[in-house]
């Protein structure tokens, strides 16, 4: 399903010199996805791609999510990044030295960088009404023709109601396969879709 996202090209140069090419990944802003989870991957590396008019555009790993394989979803990278240019907000001598990986699979997922975790387990309640909510906002406001945006809406609702239900997969694939032609609108909703996803009974 990740297919569909991953339309970008990018090289990988890590802190200890290695260099990957040829990485497919889906771009988005503030964050890089990739397939290829036995790339290893640490915060402070460049990622790179050359962009149509020959340039090359740089981005910084600032943190590491991955997704374990979870039903027909693969497993997968979210790196959260920024582009080079813009490291300017950080200053001068800025050096990255927290190379952790947040794993996440299953039901109450946290992320504790160097605290004591003391919250208690919550479901994904809120997030699932705010991914909801978002993601009909940012269909109405698309130009997708309106007969075919009525029917990925309708595929939201459904996905939206099968949340915590062994249907929920089979709703999902059904709104991945009526937004194929147009994922960039839903390219941005795929990660806390796939997490939402991860508290599907069995």
Aim: no cysteine.
């Amino acid at each position: 399903m990740l297919n569909h996202m991953m339309k970008d090209k990018v090289s990988l140069k890590r802190k200890n010199g290695q260099v990957y090419t040829d990485i497919r990944a889906g771009l988005q802003k503030g964050k890089i996805l990739i397939e290829d989870i036995s790339i290893i991957i640490e915060e402070g590396d460049t990622l790179s791609r050359i962009l149509p008019s020959g340039t090359s555009e740089e981005y910084i790993v600032l943190t590491i999510h991955q997704y374990n394989k979870r039903f027909s979803i693969p497993a997968y990278y979210e790196l959260e990044v920024r582009k080079r240019t813009s490291l300017s907000d950080y200053g001068e001598g800025t050096t990255f030295i927290d190379q952790s990986v947040n794993h996440f699979n299953g039901n109450n997922n946290r992320v504790n960088k160097h605290s004591t975790d003391n919250s208690s387990n919550q479901i994904y309640e809120k997030t699932e009404i705010s991914v909801f909510n978002q993601l009909r906002e940012k269909l109405a406001k698309s130009d997708i023709p309106e007969t075919k945006k009525n029917e990925i809406i309708n595929r939201v609702e459904e996905l939206e109601k099968a949340i915590g239900t062994s249907n929920a997969l089979s709703k999902y694939q059904n709104l991945i396969s009526s937004a194929a032609d147009h994922m960039t609108v839903l390219t941005p909703f795929i990660a806390p879709l796939t997490i939402l996803l991860s508290n599907l009974p069995g």
